[in-house]
């Protein structure tokens, strides 16, 4: 049975760091990109991030609206992948959820950033 | 980017009756390789988000076959033949021919 299990969310105040991580499990990890998709209360889903595969050279894509503040990455070794976010802002404020897009679904890890 | 346009945003319907959710891409979604990445998506109150059809017109598995895809190059058509109560939520198309991926807006199918 394939797992996306995200962890890391929280209450953030602004400009604040956070680091949402995802643990995989039930498929081949090693072959697949990752995403983080959010959804902001209320609205649809957003593509924030995405990794690539070890065979396409883990290259990376970024939203306009998180470049140069989020960081995505993937430890192959333990099949898990990782947002790092800095100086976090209001409207940063979603459910974000680790997929591979678009057969697999984490349950989603809440973050607010609020003061 | 690609921008997928849903309509209708919003779509009352009864038990058992048919209804059809139109996305229109801003590009063609025919790729290279002869594929066409366009996928619905369901998204229950809750829940998170399930892939239904893909490349158009490809059931998932598991999936009702009261679910159908069409369409091509820009303009497809999810087609629920029967609404069951299972089926409200949010229902949204995604393609995967250009990068980056995008969604389209989504369409919320409630009961009338």
């Known amino acids: 049975e394939v797992q996306l299990v995200e962890s890391g969310g929280g209450l953030v105040q602004p400009k604040g760091s956070l680091k949402l991580s995802c643990a995989a499990s039930?498929?081949?990890?090693?072959?697949?990109?990752m995403s983080w998709v959010r959804q902001a209360p209320g609205k649809g889903l957003d593509l924030v991030a995405d990794i690539s595969s070890k065979s396409y050279n883990y290259a990376t894509y970024y939203a306009d609206s998180v470049k140069d503040r989020f960081t995505i990455s993937r430890d192959d070794s333990q099949s898990m992948v990782y947002l790092q976010m800095d100086n976090l802002k209001t409207e940063d404020t979603a459910l974000y959820y680790c997929t591979v897009l678009s057969p697999f679904w984490g349950q989603g890890v809440m973050v607010t950033v609020s003061s | 980017d690609v921008v997928l346009t849903q309509t209708p945003p919003t779509l009352s319907a009864t038990i058992g009756q048919s209804v059809s959710i139109s996305c229109r891409s801003s590009?063609?979604?025919?790729?290279?390789?002869?594929?066409?990445?366009l996928n619905w998506l369901l998204q229950r109150p809750g829940q998170s988000p399930q892939l239904l059809i893909y490349s158009v017109s490809n059931l998932e598995s598991g999936v009702p076959n009261r679910f159908s895809g069409s369409g091509s190059e820009t303009d497809f058509t999810l087609k629920i033949s029967g609404v069951e109560a299972e089926d409200l939520g949010v229902y949204y198309c995604m393609q995967a021919t250009h990068a980056p991926r995008t969604f389209g807006g989504g369409t919320k199918l409630e009961l009338k």
């Open positions: 590009q063609s979604l025919l790729d290279s390789d002869g594929d066409t990445y």
């Open positions: 039930g498929f081949d990890f090693n072959s697949y990109g």
